[in-house]
């Protein structure tokens, strides 16, 4: 064997270790990492001792046992961290996380970006991040960074083509962020719903959530989306698939900022909603649903039917059952459910053998910059050896 493949076959076994570990529902020891490798325990004792003096992995206290040497559980090491952005229509999120999946550092700033400058925005959002990565409670090495933005993103290019809920086109974030963002480090730019995304395949990086193939709807002013499959976001051939919000409800509907007429979000995105409610707030609004009230009633049932119109021929199209509301629609899931779940059953071809299900994703604050930080991590666990020395 040459000395290319035996390097070659290193940096594939390490990897494999570093994933198997993050990936446990409980700390592994050196033996378990060895049984769900098919590695020899003397194999996998060599690579774990190697992720564990990189930093990559970290021993933690053996558990007591019966007879003999009690095994040393293993966990994701907390030196390496990766910076994750957002910039939402409402706020400016940066969050520092590490692969265990703990939040080393962040900040969030409200405010109202609609139709704001790009410049000023990312400038401030520059700012921001500045001041989180100047703050950290401890060193942490970064092996990436992304920014999630809510709208279509030109992934070769880190352009964002066009956010309508923004009014942003033609924006390339980079450069104007390259004061913040330390050196050597590439800034990934993507759409915030296929990001988000991530948060539900994922509850800490590498490991998988209960779902792993479901539909996610981001709900925020409008409504992004994703397709997940296998745990993966199905971005398309250029990287733009997901746009449910875009997706025609009514074409004899209201105009949408896209330009289009009847999209999902002028029925279900959180203006939409409010609006056609009387009121200021998702949680005012589920308030007052619960308590019958008919305004806010009508204004979810409507919700609902566009939703369920949108999201049918979504299923049909992908065979994927499973939807993950995110954002506003999150709040509003119980009171969405019956009527929602009912319409899938009646459009859906596949419903009477699969039933749709409707599912609520867990709050997470910044859930696009939570997840580009995912992704930013999920380098390290494809190639750890780069970051071991």
């Known amino acids: 064997m040459t000395s290319a493949r035996q390097s070659t076959l290193r940096a594939t076994n390490l990897a494999l270790v570093a994933r198997t570990v993050c990936a446990a529902a409980l700390p592994p020891s050196r033996a378990d990492v060895a049984a769900a490798t098919s590695m020899t325990r003397a194999t996998a004792s060599r690579l774990v001792d190697e992720l564990v003096a990189g930093g990559v992995l970290a021993e933690t206290e053996p558990a007591a046992a019966g007879r003999g040497r009690p095994a040393t559980p293993l966990v994701p090491g907390s030196r390496f961290a990766a910076l994750g952005l957002q910039v939402n229509a409402g706020y400016l999120a940066v969050r520092v996380i590490d692969l265990r999946g703990e939040v080393v550092g962040e900040a969030q700033e409200q405010d109202d970006f609609v139709g704001s400058d ?109 397709a997940v499959l296998g745990g993966s976001v199905m971005s398309g051939r250029h990287g733009w698939a997901g746009e449910i919000g875009h997706v025609t409800a009514d074409p004899n509907g209201p105009r949408c900022r896209c330009g289009s007429t009847g999209c999902l979000e002028t029925y279900a995105g959180r203006t939409a909603l409010l609006a056609a409610a009387g009121l200021s707030s998702p949680a005012e609004l589920a308030a007052r649903a619960t308590e019958g009230d008919a305004r806010a009633l009508a204004a979810i049932a409507t919700a609902a039917r566009a939703l369920g119109v949108a999201l049918a021929g979504v299923v049909n199209v992908l065979d994927i059952p499973t939807v993950v509301l995110g954002g506003h629609l999150a709040h509003l899931a119980d009171l969405l459910r019956d009527d929602l779940e009912e319409q899938l059953r009646t459009r859906v071809l596949s419903a009477r053998w699969t039933p749709p299900k409707i599912e609520a994703a867990q709050p997470i604050p910044a859930p696009g910059a939570t997840g580009a930080a995912f992704r930013a991590l999920s380098t390290l666990l494809a190639d750890p050896v780069r970051w071991l020395g």
Do not use: K
């Not at 309508?164 to 963002?181: H, I, K, Q, T």
């Open 118 to 226: 790009p410049e000023a925005t990312l400038g401030r959002l520059a700012r921001l991040c500045r001041r989180v990565l100047g703050d950290l409670p401890r060193p942490v090495t970064l092996t990436g960074a992304g920014l999630a933005l809510p709208g279509l993103v030109a992934a070769e290019t880190g352009t964002l083509l066009r956010a309508p809920n923004l009014g942003w086109s033609d924006v390339r974030p980079e450069p104007l962020l390259r004061d913040a963002v330390p050196d050597g480090l590439d800034l990934l730019v993507d759409n915030e719903a296929a990001l988000a995304a991530r948060t539900v395949a994922e509850t800490a990086p590498g490991r998988p959530g209960a779902v792993s193939d479901f539909v996610y709807l981001s709900g925020e002013i409008g409504i992004g989306g994703a």
